[in-house]
C-alpha cells in the first residue's frame, strides 16, 4: 500500500492506495501553527487498523518550509562567498552574515587566485560569535572545480553544525542563483530537521516503520533521509502534488490548464501533451531567485473559503482565509456561501449562507441572491484572468516541457482540469464565464494527496568534461574522474546516465523501470591560436518526472505488486 498526503492551507489531504485502487481517504484541518502535528494526524488516521508492514511507502507534500521563507521566518545563517574578479559578491548579498572572501577558479576550473585561510578563520570566528549554527560556502566556478568550496568546509565544517557546499546543492552554472539556493537549504535546514525528527520519532513510538518520502517542486519524490542534505528540495511541492494528480487525465494532444481550488488559494499549472511545463532556471520565491529544478506553477491567494468583503462598493476576494465558511460556521462571508445561496453546492447551513451574503448585499444597495451571484462571478472570472495572465508569461519566453524545449505554436490552452475541495462547485461557473471545456478531475476532493503518492523518484544529474585538462566532473554528485584526450560526447552521456542510474536507485527509485533521458547535450571546440587544443563538453540528464510504474489512475487499481 501507499500513503499520499498533501498539506493544503485549508486541509491536509491523505490517502491510503491498494493494490484494488482506493482503500481510504481522510481530510484532518491543517494547523499553520503546528504543521508536524497536522502531519502526523493524517498519517495515524489513515493508518488506524492497518497493518504497518502492507504500507510499502508514504509521500508527504508539506508546505513547511515555503510558509516559512514567503513569511521571513527563517533563522539567520551564515554565508561565506568567492567570486574573484569581475563581479561583486556584494550585489547578492542574502543577509547580515554575509562574507565575501579571497580565492578564484575560472570558467574551465582552474584556479587564478587561492583561499586566504586566515581570511576564512577570521570569517568563522566572527559568525560563531553571532551565534550562527548553519553556513552556506559558494565558489563562483565551483561546478567546474569544486576545491575551494571543499577547502573551505575541510577548514571550518566542524565548527558548525550543518555546512552546505554550493556545488553539491547545485550543479549548474549560474553564481547568482548558487549562492540563494545555498543560502535557503542552510537556512530551511534546521525547520526542515526538526519536522524530519518529530515525524520519525512520532511514528516509531506507535510502532509505525512507514518508510517516508518527500514530494519535491518538480513533480518527483526523493527519499526522506536524503532530504536532509537537500532540505529546499521541499519548497513549493504543494502545486506539483496538484499536476501530477491531473497528468493521467490530461489530453495527450493538445494544451491543458490544470486549476487546482482549495479553501485558501488556486495552484496553476499548463500541460502541453499531457506533459507539465517546467521553470527552465528554478523557484523564485520571495526575493530568492534559486536552482532548484521545479514545474512551472503559480498559487493566487483565492479559494472557497476567501474573506470576502465590500470596500469602496466593489467586491473583494481573498487573499486571506480567515475560517471556513459561514454556511459550515465560520465568522465571515466566503465564495463557498455565495455557491450555497445559488444551489450549485450542498451539505451547508442555507440560512447561515444567506446571512453571509446579506451583509455583502447592504454594503451593496442589492439582495442577497443579486450578491453571491457578483461574488461567484467575480471569484471564477479572478481565477480565469490569472490563467490567462500566467499563459502570457509563458508565452513570452521560451517554453519548456519536463522533457524538452517546446517549439511548436503559441500556447492556447482550450481545456481545463479541475480539482480540490470545492472543484466541482466551481466548475459550473467556469463553464458558464470560459469558452474552454471544462473537466473536473476525479477524485477531485483528493486528488493530490493522490498525485503525490503515486509520483515517481526524479533526480538529475549535470557532467562536465574538458579534454585539454584531461578531466570529466560531476561536482553536484561528488564525481571527477581522469579521462583521455579523445574523450567525446557519446562518453560524456554513458558517464552521466551511469551516474544517474546509480543516484536515482539511491534516492529510492524502481532499477526496473527507471526512464533516464538525456536533456541536454553540448560540445565546444576550445580554440588556442589557429588550433583547436580540446573540447568542452556538457551533458545533463534526468529521470523523467511521472507516475510510479504498476497502477492505473484511470481505472484506479494496481496492475502489478512491484510498485516503487
Known amino acids: 500500500m501507499i500513503i499520499g498526503l498533501d498539506v493544503g492551507g485549508t486541509h491536509t489531504d491523505v490517502v491510503l492506495l491498494g493494490q484494488e485502487g482506493l482503500v481510504r481517504q481522510i481530510k484532518v484541518p491543517t494547523n499553520p501553527a503546528d504543521l508536524f502535528a497536522t502531519v502526523l494526524t493524517g498519517l495515524e488516521q489513515i493508518t488506524d487498523g492497518i497493518d504497518p508492514e502492507q504500507i510499502r511507502r508514504a509521500v508527504l507534500s508539506t508546505t513547511l518550509a515555503t510558509n516559512r521563507v514567503v513569511q521571513q521566518r527563517i533563522p539567520e545563517v551564515g554565508m561565506i562567498v568567492s567570486s574573484g574578479p569581475g563581479m561583486d559578491p556584494e550585489l547578492f548579498s542574502t543577509g547580515e552574515h554575509y562574507f565575501p572572501v579571497a580565492g578564484a577558479i575560472d570558467h574551465r576550473g582552474r584556479e587564478v587566485a587561492p583561499i586566504d585561510a586566515d581570511q576564512v578563520g577570521s570569517v568563522a570566528e566572527e559568525m560563531k560569535k553571532k551565534g550562527i549554527r548553519h553556513v552556506g560556502v559558494v565558489s563562483k566556478f565551483s561546478t567546474r572545480n569544486p576545491a575551494h568550496e571543499l577547502a573551505i568546509g575541510e577548514q571550518i565544517g566542524d565548527q558548525f553544525e550543518k555546512l552546505f557546499l554550493g556545488h553539491r546543492v547545485a550543479g549548474l552554472l549560474n553564481f547568482p542563483r548558487r549562492i540563494a539556493t545555498t543560502f535557503l537549504n542552510a537556512a530551511i535546514y534546521p525547520i526542515h530537521k526538526e519536522f524530519f525528527e518529530a515525524v520519525l520519532n512520532s511514528l516509531a513510538q506507535k510502532g509505525l516503520k512507514v518508510p517516508i518520502r518527500i514530494l519535491k517542486p518538480d513533480g518527483g519524490n526523493m527519499r526522506f533521509e536524503a532530504s536532509i542534505d537537500h532540505p529546499a528540495q521541499t519548497i513549493l511541492s504543494g502545486p506539483a502534488a496538484s499536476v501530477m494528480g491531473s497528468v493521467a487525465f490530461a489530453p495527450k494532444d493538445e494544451e491543458c490548464l490544470v486549476l487546482d481550488i482549495g479553501g485558501t488559494t488556486t495552484d496553476m499549472a499548463v500541460l502541453v501533451n499531457g506533459v507539465p511545463l517546467l521553470d527552465p532556471l528554478g523557484i523564485s520565491i520571495g526575493d530568492h531567485k534559486t536552482l532548484i529544478r521545479s514545474l512551472d506553477t503559480i498559487s493566487i491567494g483565492i479559494g472557497g473559503d476567501s474573506a470576502v468583503r465590500v470596500v469602496d462598493g466593489r467586491i473583494h476576494i481573498g487573499p486571506d482565509r480567515l475560517g471556513v465558511a459561514m454556511a459550515y460556521g465560520g465568522p465571515v462571508p ?11 453546492g450542498e451539505n451547508g447551513d442555507l440560512d447561515k449562507a444567506r446571512e453571509g451574503m446579506q451583509t455583502i448585499a447592504d454594503a451593496l444597495g442589492t439582495d442577497a441572491q443579486n450578491a453571491a451571484e457578483r461574488v461567484f462571478e467575480q471569484a471564477c472570472r479572478t481565477i480565469l484572468e490569472e490563467a490567462e495572465r500566467m499563459i502570457a508569461r509563458i508565452n513570452a519566453k521560451p517554453v519548456y516541457t519536463v522533457h524538452e524545449l517546446w517549439e511548436g505554436s503559441r500556447l492556447q490552452p482550450r481545456y481545463i482540469l479541475v480539482l480540490g475541495g470545492p472543484a466541482s462547485w466551481f466548475a459550473k461557473g467556469l463553464e458558464r464565464y470560459s469558452e474552454n471545456r471544462i473537466k473536473v478531475v476525479p477524485r477531485w476532493t483528493v486528488a493530490n494527496a493522490i498525485g503525490a503518492g503515486l509520483a515517481r523518484t526524479t533526480c538529475e544529474v549535470a557532467l562536465f568534461a574538458d579534454t585539454e585538462r584531461e578531466i570529466a566532473a560531476a561536482p553536484e554528485e561528488n564525481f571527477t574522474q581522469a579521462i583521455p584526450s579523445n574523450y567525446s560526447q557519446e562518453d560524456a552521456v554513458n558517464a552521466a546516465l551511469d551516474l544517474l542510474r546509480r543516484k536515482a536507485i539511491a534516492r529510492g527509485a524502481n532499477p526496473d523501470h527507471l526512464e533516464l533521458e538525456v536533456i541536454e547535450a553540448m560540445s565546444f571546440n576550445m580554440v588556442r591560436g589557429f588550433y583547436t ?30 510498485f516503487v
Open 334 to 344: 466566503t465564495p463557498t456561501d455565495a455557491i450555497f445561496l445559488l444551489g450549485l
Open 533 to 562: 587544443t580540446g573540447k568542452n563538453i556538457r551533458v545533463r540528464a534526468q529521470v523523467k518526472p511521472g507516475l510510479i510504474h504498476g497502477y492505473d489512475p484511470v481505472a484506479e487499481k494496481f496492475t502489478d505488486n512491484r
